[in-house]
């Protein structure tokens, strides 16, 4: 049942999944693209390190955008031909739900490592590309592993939301939504008139404690440095 | 305004349209196109109108809202801080609480007694304040967090607070330059000495805390003749770094392009250092942020009334004057400086591990919840 559900996914997002993982591919070498151009036979100038550092930053945003649109993307995909056939084939399996969505949900991971195998070897040709100057280390292996966990929790969050009902995904979504519109509304106004609440404020205190350990997307704000001290 | 103008929009609309119906011919479509063509100009000319009728309504409101805004004098430790009245309390308790933990045990300070600050926390309208010579602002639009304030009240009064070493001219003063009560964070640091080419910062990553103030040109400022720079260069880079740091640097100046040339077309390096000379801003390899961060250091170590000893004799070598302000020997001081910056080594992906777990078992979690989907349950 794997393996047929692993074909059907496969079918269904191989042309998006090429893609994403070209972009997987190409997002180390676009960072790295025009660092390391020393004079040839000459060692490679202190400043170097520092234009090393400060240009790759500029490309540290694109690493977990692209790790988070690839989970979406397989998340949501996975669930689109059960949604379009109404579940009349996942019911007529002699097997229970949960193992259902288990195997999909296997299937789907198994894609994953796709463009993560893209992003390795990307980064792998991005460092021998050029010459590092002294003090900076490549970390391509750390960086496809934190890729990975990436991709995996932004897909299990979307399989887990497209898994469940309209009525429930409408429940999730606004939620957040009222959350950070409403929320911060009410916060200003609240504290307007009562100290506590200008010093507490709930939406950022519920995007900090997402965002940072232990919350679930912290491995979204850890370092996404290719190279590094 | 408004209405008046739209009236005679509309006045003028209808007579046009009316000299239009009187002469309607089947055959007068162009015509008819053409007069409302030509009714275009004055609706622009009405908008404009209504917006800068707008715009000096805004005005005149917000002028007259900063006219009621009472504004209070708070006198905190040695600040003066101006702010609206009815922000007094907490603006009073903002800029204590930051005194307290970052400026109360570094002693007077002259420049924050001759200083003005302003302070308010913006819903409606701006502060109406113009602070005449030193006076330092801070406006704090819609929230921000409480530690986004407390950071930047920290900063205005540490930068408020640097012009006693830059008013009295004294050494350490020249020698730092920048904010020292506001250092950059260590991993920063780190960074900024673990990529620097020179022989003295690898010598103070592997622990040599000597090396570490040879490399902030601590121990040798204000004695650098022309000469004396020489051998510095020598001391600080080898010949291959110093023509690393040329191969980096351009310069349009046709003496600058010559030496440039000799010193990477030849093994010539006597041009490297005369080009690093002449055409080189700073040649210490490390940056004055680095410098602050010692004498941050020193503060802290020094405790009690630090900062004002530091200020207190502008005659003191930066050596002298950090060892008086520290009160420990600059060969502790540099040795704890030292450790605090390998202590701090920025571990790029060190928390990968225990990231990457968290992150599994929330994958786990909503794999869980995929499971427990209420779409198949039937009744």
Known sequence: ?229 | MKSVILAAFVAASAGATAQVSAQAAPDSAEVLRARIDSLTPLLEKARRAVDERRAFEDDARRLAAAANTRVDTLRIADLTVLTPADQADETSELFREVWEESFAHLGGSAALARSVFAYQQVWGEPLPIHLEGGGHVLYKDSWIPRARVKRDVRRLIAGAASHDLRANRSYVGQWVRGNALDPVPWEDIYRQVATTSSMVTRACLAGESEACGVAMALTVYNEATRERNLELLAEWYTPEERRARVTGRFFYRRDAAALRSRCTETDDISACDQFLLQFSYDLAPLSFEVRESLVALALTEGGEGSWQRLAEHPGMTPTEALEYASGSSIDELLTRWQAELVANRPDAFEPLVPSSGRAFLWTLLFAALAMRSTRWRLG
């Open chain 1, 1 to 229: 049942m794997y393996q047929s559900l692993l074909f059907l996914h496969w079918k269904q997002i191989r042309h998006v999944l090429a893609l994403l993982v070209v972009a997987s591919f190409a997002l180390p070498l676009l960072a790295v693209h025009g660092l390391g151009s020393a004079v040839p036979g000459m060692d490679v100038p202190s400043l170097e390190a520092y234009r090393f550092v400060s240009g790759f930053q500029a490309w540290l945003i694109f690493y977990p955008l692209l790790a988070a649109g690839i989970g979406i993307t397989l998340a949501l995909s996975a669930w689109n031909w059960d949604h379009q056939l109404k579940h009349v084939y996942a019911l007529s399996l002699p097997m229970t739900r949960w193992e259902y969505t288990l195997q999909k949900m296997l299937a789907g991971a198994t894609l994953a490592v796709v463009p993560v195998l893209g992003m390795w070897l990307g980064s792998h040709v991005a460092v021998a590309s050029i010459s590092l100057p002294e003090g900076l280390n490549a970390y391509p292996n750390e960086l496809a592993v934190r890729f990975l966990f990436a991709i995996l929790l932004a897909y299990a969050a979307f399989f887990a939301a497209a898994a469940g009902t309209v009525k429930t995904t409408l429940w999730v979504v606004g939620s957040i939504l009222g959350l950070l519109v409403f929320g911060a509304i009410a916060n200003d106004v609240l504290g307007y008139y009562v100290v506590y609440f200008s010093r507490v404020h709930v939406v950022e205190s519920v995007i900090q404690w997402m965002a940072y350990a232990p919350g679930p997307f912290e491995v979204f704000t850890g370092s996404w440095s290719l190279i590094d001290v």
